[in-house]
């Protein structure tokens, strides 16, 4: 059985910074690629950076020059380092990894989520 398990959101100042991070568990073969999505109150969920296991990265306009996605392969583990936050990011940080188990395709599992809120 595969677990996602999101850790580092909290409550932070416009300005601050936090990191999530992101352990993927269980018995699977290997993870293509991981990735993070949000969702804010009356929102919709929104790419916010995916990676995948060769390190080609994609970013939200929104956070640009802000976040820094990365990945440990040896760990299961995305991170997603968040600087400049402002008040719009508040939101539930939600991570995903596409993942197969031997002699299947991929599947996309997510996780439970994690409160990021900015704010004075």
């Known amino acids: 059985q595969v677990q996602l398990v999101e850790s580092g959101g909290g409550l932070v100042q416009p300005g601050g910074s936090l990191r999530l991070s992101c352990a993927a568990s269980?018995?699977?073969?290997?993870?293509?690629?991981m990735g993070w999505y949000r969702q804010a109150p009356g929102k919709q969920r929104e790419l916010v950076a995916t990676i995948t296991r060769g390190g080609s990265i994609n970013y939200a306009d929104s956070v640009k020059g802000r976040f820094t996605i990365s990945r440990d392969n040896a760990k299961n583990t995305v991170y997603l380092q968040m600087n400049s936050l402002k008040p719009d990011d508040t939101a539930v940080y939600y991570c995903n990894a596409d993942l197969a188990y031997p002699g299947s395709s991929f599947n996309r599992y997510w996780g439970q989520g994690t409160q990021v809120t900015v704010s004075s």
């Open positions: 269980g018995s699977f073969f290997i993870i293509n690629a």
